[in-house]
């Protein structure tokens, strides 16, 4: 019964190549977004998409595309992998966020760009 | 955008101990969520609490919204404490005729409690 989950839970690979993380929430919210949290453990947003819309997306490179292919899942794809992207990021889900809705985070991915 | 800081940035505890951890915004907000981060990575939900108490078990947390501050309270503390407490509170935006809200974290509080 879990309510958002990501895969995978670790992902280590090589500068400059190409790879997905995958998102999925059961809570039949509206909203999802993506987070990057860094070695100093500051959380940033990267994406919103809402109802499959892109509604946020803040001063991402553009090798970071992520895709909402329904409302229930939020892909990230992220091209040429650098070094600093190594990193946590954390998929989370809410309603509609702009009444003031209680967001909701999965288990995170680690990143790891050798 | 809204800056939200938070204070202490580390705390260290004996177990039994209560502490208060405090979160300053700068910007009225009509939203704001309190956060664990295990020392497994998990944000773990705490509290949505744009205004008001609320309580928890052996935690419980205020927000004085007309005074931009928000307090976390521990109270008995135990070693499953540890970890990053964050705050982080709703800017609002319109996108293209969608209102939005995006959370702005602060920087967190380490916690430590020793047995």
């Known amino acids: 019964d879990t309510a958002v989950s990501q895969t995978p839970k670790y992902l280590v690979t090589q500068m400059g190549n190409d790879k997905s993380i995958k998102c999925e929430q059961n809570?039949?919210?509206?909203?999802m977004y993506w987070y990057k949290q860094d070695s100093k453990k500051f959380l940033k947003i990267m994406f919103s998409y809402n109802n499959k819309e892109l509604i946020i997306n803040e001063t991402v490179p553009n090798r970071f595309s992520p895709k909402s292919p329904d409302k229930a899942h939020l892909n990230l794809h992220i091209n040429s992998l650098e070094l600093g992207d190594s990193a946590v990021y954390f998929c989370?889900?809410?309603?509609?966020?702009?009444?003031?809705?209680?967001?909701?985070f999965g288990p995170g991915t680690r990143l790891t760009v050798t | 955008g809204i800056q939200v800081e938070q204070s202490p940035p580390d705390l260290i505890l004996q177990e039994g101990a209560n502490s208060t951890l405090r979160c300053n915004f700068s910007?009225?907000?009509?939203?704001l969520q309190w956060f664990h981060q295990n020392p497994w990575g998990q944000l773990i939900n705490l509290f949505y609490i744009p205004s008001g108490t609320k309580q928890n078990g052996r935690l419980s947390a205020t927000t004085v919204a007309t005074e931009r501050y928000s307090l976390l309270y521990i109270s008995s503390s135990q070693t499953t404490d540890s970890g990053v407490y964050f705050c982080a509170v709703v800017e609002r935006g319109n996108a293209g005729g969608t209102s939005y809200g995006k959370l702005t974290f602060g920087q967190g509080t380490i916690l430590t409690v020793h047995p």
């Open positions: 910007d009225s907000v009509n939203n």
């Open positions: 809570l039949g919210h509206d909203t």
């Open positions: 989370a889900s809410s309603r509609l966020l702009a009444g003031g809705y209680e967001q909701y």
